[in-house]
T-cell receptor, first 117, second 111 residues
């Protein structure tokens, strides 16, 4: 069983659509992440949740809206996206330590390929 | 902001050749991870190194953490087409800090 599961694996959406990416982790972790990976840039951290509270938002446009209802689930709600938002969106999880620390090993899902047309 | 620079960015070699990938920074890291990402998949952890000078081996892969914990290398012996993928290094500045990722090295091993 894959530790971190993402759905859908592929998504094509128009610029006026609203869609959501879903992530579920089965590792007993309590920190979850969204990363963006595009062809010409390194992995970009978008959002981090630790113990269900958002602890970091790296200046991501408001057309991306995360939701973390519990420590096992993470969503990324998408609306009014632009073609340049087309990328692989990776969910990951790790242990959360005290004082907003993190276990230094993170485990990735297989990613959701997003194409905005 | 800490930066991790990986080199080379791209590498195309023939099956059976050896190669080394480098991960360098001016910052000290408490630990460093190497991940491999195959096309269409998410990154998968290969190894974590923690101690300066540490060497870890994973079959034909040898990972080394620099003595000063600022750099790391990955050496692959007798590369195979199955080694093809994107190799990412990631470091944590202190225990419990979030990881900083390098830009990756895209390796292609031709049969």
């Amino acid at each position: 069983e894959t530790g971190v599961t993402q759905t859908p694996r592929h998504l094509v959406m128009g610029m006026t659509n609203k869609k959501s990416l879903k992530c579920e982790q089965h590792l007993g972790h309590n920190a979850m992440y969204w990363y963006k990976q595009s062809a010409k840039k390194p992995l970009e951290l978008m959002f981090v949740y630790s113990l269900e509270e958002r602890v970091e938002n790296n200046s991501v446009p408001s057309r991306f809206s995360p939701e973390c209802p519990n420590s096992s689930h993470l969503f990324l709600h998408l609306h009014t996206l632009q073609p340049e938002d087309s990328a692989l969106y990776l969910c990951a999880s790790s242990q959360a330590l005290g004082d907003r620390g993190f276990g230094n090993t993170i485990y990735f899902g297989e990613g959701s390929w997003l194409t905005v047309v | 902001t800490q930066l991790l620079e990986q080199s080379p960015q791209f590498l195309s070699i023939q099956e059976g050749e050896n190669l080394t990938v480098y991960c360098n920074s001016s910052s000290v890291f408490s630990s460093l991870q190497w991940y491999r990402q195959e096309p269409g998949e998410g990154p998968v952890l290969l190894v974590t190194v923690v101690t300066g000078g540490e060497v870890k081996k994973l079959k034909r892969l040898t990972f080394q953490f620099g003595d000063a914990r600022k750099d790391s290398s990955l050496h692959i012996t007798a590369a195979q087409p199955g080694d093809t993928g994107l190799y990412l290094c990631a470091g944590a500045s202190n225990a419990g800090n979030m990881l900083t990722f390098g830009g990756g090295t895209r390796l292609m091993v031709k049969p």
